[in-house]
């Protein structure tokens, strides 16, 4: 999730692993700003390599790989462009 000022943006998290060993299921997330993350999920069927949004830690929505990449490079433009912006 990035946020400026009041208005929040959800950006796709890509699932590096899953772990099912304890009772909760425990998965590992690289956002696109190559953060990692701990979340645990119960609403979404996800396997390893699936790309989600996230809600205060909590996968709400699986969402496809085209797509996830499409929002990533859009919001990647839009940060280039408020940095030269900001900068002049």
Not at 8 to 28: D, F, G, Q, R, W
Not at 35 to 64: A, F, H, M, P, T
Request: glycine share 2%.
């Amino acid at each position: 999730m990035y946020c400026q000022n009041r208005m929040c943006l959800a950006l796709p998290n890509k699932i590096t692993s899953i772990n099912l060993k304890e009772k909760s299921k425990k998965i590992n997330l690289l956002d696109p700003f190559g953060k990692r993350k701990e979340v645990e999920n119960s609403l979404v069927r996800v396997k390893k390599g699936d790309y989600v949004i996230l809600q205060n830690k909590i996968i709400i929505r699986k969402i496809n790989t085209k797509e996830a990449k499409e929002i990533i490079s859009l919001f990647d433009i839009s940060s280039k462009a408020r940095y030269r912006l900001n900068k002049k």
